[in-house]
């Protein structure tokens, strides 16, 4: 959803607990291979979507791949 209010854009999102960022950070080791190849399918189907779209991304880095509690990319 969006919404204008005093002259500023207001963009509402559903709520998203954590970024690839933060579980990147909180395993020094590394992450399960399952999880990595989850997210990569994830992102990848939705990177092929956007490009079928004619739609270029432009800015996809770990911090701005949200992921909920149903473990899902955002």
Do not use: C, W
Not at 19 to 24: F, G, I, P, S
Not at 35 to 41: E, M, S
Not at 45 to 74: G, V
């Amino acid at each position: 959803e969006s919404f204008r209010r005093k002259e500023k854009l207001h963009l509402v999102f559903e709520f998203a607990e954590k970024t690839v960022l933060e579980v990147l950070e909180k395993t020094p080791h590394g992450i399960n291979p399952e999880i990595i190849r989850n997210y990569l399918f994830q992102l990848l189907k939705s990177i092929r979507y956007l490009h079928n779209m004619d739609i270029i991304h432009r800015d996809i880095k770990p911090e701005n791949l949200l992921i909920n509690s149903e473990e899902q990319l955002k």
